[in-house]
């Protein structure tokens, strides 16, 4: 089973707005990660986490901020967002992070807008 | 620093014929993962197929496989026996043996028509 589930499926939320995103996986895997995708671009990474600890943070801003619970879930707080952040939202898992099983596995992502 | 490099924006294929989308990539590192996703309209990122660059053999999943050269860093996915299932963006992506990050091209759209 390589599946990764994520609510909500869209968003739409404003600027003053405080929402969260959120990411779960069944799979085992220690790794998990969020990725930003504009229409028509490919996905950008935003953070890693591994074995619930932040490793990358792709220097993304403050207004979105990550938390890993469990090694099951990973969130993503919103708040204060601007227009320019409208995009898909993904969160992706794999076994280990840089190992060589390190394939990652999407989930079907969150649509968000902000107004 | 990684860049991956897919020179086909959009492709069309007729229903059962075959179809190559082209991706090279430059890197100075010796050990590397090599991946082909699709994302439908649906939107979901899926794995089609994976390549690891020790490996001399090709990839083959079902009707997807690829030609991996890796002295011209090239990495080619064929799929055959095309279906409207496959109609998709495709990425190709790039990965270093130790790193996370995964770097993506920017993008094969695919069409198959009847």
């Known amino acids: 089973d390589t599946e990764v589930t994520q609510t909500p499926k869209h968003l739409v939320m404003g600027m003053t707005n405080k929402k969260s995103l959120k990411c779960e996986q069944h799979?085992?895997?220690?790794?998990m990660y969020w990725y930003k995708q504009k229409a028509k671009k490919p996905p950008e990474l935003m953070f890693v986490?591994?074995?619930?600890?932040?490793?990358i943070n792709e220097s993304v801003p403050s207004r979105f901020s990550p938390e890993c619970p469990n090694s099951s879930l990973l969130n993503l707080h919103l708040h204060a967002l601007q227009p320019e952040d409208s995009a898909l939202y993904l969160c992706?898992?794999?076994?280990?992070?840089?190992?060589?099983?390190?394939?990652?596995?999407f989930g079907p992502g969150t649509r968000l807008t902000v107004l | 620093a990684q860049t991956v490099t897919q020179s086909q924006p959009e492709m069309s294929v007729q229903e059962a014929e075959t179809v190559t989308l082209s991706c090279t990539y430059d890197?100075?590192?010796?050990?590397?993962?090599l991946f082909w996703y699709k994302q439908p309209p649906s939107r979901q990122m899926i794995l089609v197929i994976r390549?690891?660059?020790?490996?001399?053999q090709n990839a083959t999943e079902n009707r997807f496989s690829v030609n991996f050269q890796k002295a011209a860093k090239s990495f080619s996915l064929k799929i055959s026996d095309s279906q409207l299932g496959d109609t998709a963006m495709y990425f190709c992506?790039?990965?270093?043996?130790?790193?996370?990050?995964?770097?993506f091209g920017t993008g094969t759209r695919l069409q198959v028509t009847l």
């Open positions: 992706a898992s794999s076994q280990d992070s840089g190992g060589a099983t390190d394939t990652q596995y």
């Open positions: 390549q690891e660059a020790y490996k001399q």
């Open positions: 799979m085992g895997h220690r790794a």
């Open positions: 890197t100075s590192e010796n050990n590397y993962y």
């Open positions: 986490y591994s074995y619930e600890k932040l490793s």
């Open positions: 992506a790039f990965r270093t043996g130790t790193a996370s990050k995964l770097t």
